[in-house]
């Protein structure tokens, strides 16, 4: 699992990857959200983004299982188009470092 965050025109952004199963039924998922701040547990802990509700799901299967890739949006959320092209690179990086 990993958790990438940015900033975009003052709002902060988040890209989740889970990957799960193994082999021919490995299935990554790639879910894009707005961030946001969770308070750290201890005093001394400054909080930290996590997602929040996915506006935008892909699923990605493995190589060998020849099924393409299928994309949810949903259907109450809105987010900036320049957004959604980030969030599109990210992925389209990870599936070419991982098919060489």
Not at 35 to 42: D, I, L, Q, S, W
Not at 44 to 65: F, H, I, N, R, W
Not at 89 to 95: K, Q
């Amino acid at each position: 699992m990993s958790l990438l965050t940015w900033d975009y025109d003052g709002d902060l952004f988040c890209a989740l990857t889970t990957e799960t199963g193994a082999d021919e039924g490995r299935m990554t998922h790639y879910e894009l959200s707005e961030a946001r701040m969770v308070p750290g547990g201890a005093p001394s802990m400054s909080a930290s983004p996590a997602p929040g509700p996915a506006a935008v799901t892909v699923l990605v299967y493995a190589p060998e299982e020849e099924k393409p890739a299928e994309v949810y949006f949903d259907a109450t959320q809105t987010l900036p188009f320049a957004v959604l092209q980030h969030f599109v690179g990210l992925i389209a990086s990870r599936l070419a470092s991982t098919e060489s």
